[in-house]
């Protein structure tokens, strides 16, 4: 079972640092923003499924070893929960509305997030590997 956790904690950080520093910012490197934007958007409720998915199942499978790294994963499974339903919505109503000011601050606590994610996980890909 340690084994497996590890796996998706790893699977989880993985993916996480690929999206946030790989594929978002290649897309707007290779497509006009107006065509990255709008495909970014649709990207981002399946990256939060994934975010989601990942830490609830390395979250169960890690509580009976380490509760400590089991409740850094239901924040973890939480705060995307927060990400996905509101703070993503709100995001694309304030780009739509033209709200520059808005969308940066929300965008900057999007990002705060999926850093503390990235950190999480990988505090936790160093507890399961010690």
């Not at 994963?73 to 929960?81: K, P």
């Not at 520059?100 to 505090?123: D, M, N, P, Q, Y």
Request: overall charge positive; some cysteine.
């Amino acid at each position: 079972m340690t084994e497996i956790a590890l796996l998706l904690t790893a699977l989880l950080f993985g993916g996480m640092v690929l999206y946030a520093f790989g594929f978002a910012a290649f897309l707007f490197t290779a497509l006009p923003a107006d065509t990255a934007g709008p495909l970014l958007r649709r990207a981002f409720p399946h990256f939060y499924l994934f975010v989601f998915g990942c830490a609830v199942l390395a979250g169960a499978l890690t509580l009976p070893l380490d509760p400590v790294s089991a409740a850094v994963m239901t924040a973890i499974a939480l705060s995307t929960v927060f990400a996905r339903q509101v703070l993503m919505p709100a995001i694309n109503a304030a780009t739509d509305a033209g709200n520059t000011r808005r969308f940066k601050r929300l965008h900057g606590l999007s990002v705060g997030i999926t850093l503390a994610h990235i950190a999480g996980a990988g505090w936790i890909l160093l507890r399961l590997a010690g």
